[in-house]
């Protein structure tokens, strides 16, 4: 309701004040959403004091140090960010965000392959995920390889068949080549209404 009605300072400001503990597993999904709106409302350092108080408490827990590698990269410490992606991925080898958003941060620095590698990990990683497999089609869109692009397209149409943006790339493809236009024209449309 704070969200909706007064932003998300105002929505970080009443989920901060839930009597939870913030360093329990149990509660990462409230702290990764509280961290998440700290940064939104340019409270950086307060999202870090929270997280690393979590990290402190509980520092084999893979998911405490992927929220504090997407908090280090708002912060700008991208460097940072990498050790603590690293470090999630070596607790919990099957923490597909992690690969998600170490990858992120190889597409930042120009370095598309090895992001890729990461991408096509977390969509192994995360089956149900479409935002994965999305992700790694534009790192082969941006090479040059649509075949490769529209097999991870079809992917992510499978996981989530109203994803708008890989509907509209997957229509954009096969328009190109002038094969299957019907499907084309159905993916562009659904496309459009999103």
Same mark, same amino acid.
């Given at each position: 309701?704070?969200h909706?009605?007064?932003?998300?300072?105002?929505?970080?400001?009443?989920?901060?004040?839930?009597?939870?503990d913030?360093?329990?597993?149990?509660n990462?999904?409230?702290? &990764? +959403?509280?961290? %998440?709106w700290?940064?939104q409302s340019?409270q950086g350092?307060k999202a870090?004091?929270?997280? %690393?108080?979590a990290?402190?408490v509980?520092? %084999?827990v893979?998911?405490?140090?992927d929220?504090?590698?997407r908090?280090?990269?708002?912060?700008?410490?991208? #460097?940072e960010?990498v050790a603590?992606?690293?470090?999630?991925?070596?607790?919990?080898?099957?923490?597909?965000?992690a690969?998600?958003?170490?990858?992120?941060?190889?597409?930042m620095?120009?370095?598309p392959?090895p992001?890729?590698?990461? +991408? %096509? &990990?977390a969509t192994? +990683?995360?089956?149900?995920?479409?935002?994965?497999?999305y992700?790694a089609?534009?790192v082969?869109?941006a090479a040059?390889?649509?075949?490769q692009?529209?097999?991870?397209?079809?992917t992510?149409?499978e996981r989530?068949?109203?994803h708008?943006?890989?509907s #509209?790339?997957?229509?954009?493809?096969?328009?190109?080549?002038g094969e299957?236009?019907d499907l084309a024209l159905s993916?562009?449309e659904r496309?459009?209404?999103?």
């Open positions: 309701v704070a909706e009605e007064e932003g998300v300072a105002a929505a970080a400001r009443s989920l901060a004040k839930a009597p939870l913030w360093t329990d597993p149990e990462e999904p409230a702290l &990764r +959403l509280l961290c %998440d700290l940064v340019d350092a870090l004091a929270r997280v %690393d108080a990290v402190e509980h520092p %084999d893979a998911a405490f140090h929220i504090r590698g908090v280090l990269v708002n912060v700008g410490r991208g #460097n960010a603590a992606f690293d470090r999630a991925i070596e607790l919990d080898p099957n923490h597909a965000p690969y998600e958003a170490k990858a992120v941060l190889l597409l620095a120009s370095q392959e992001a890729r590698e990461l +991408l %096509d &990990r192994e +990683l995360d089956p149900v995920n479409a935002a994965y497999p992700q089609a534009q082969e869109l040059g390889r649509t075949e692009a529209e097999a991870r397209l079809r992510a149409l989530d068949p109203v708008a943006h890989a #509209n790339d997957l229509a954009w493809i096969l328009a190109e080549r299957d236009l993916l562009a496309a459009a209404a999103a």
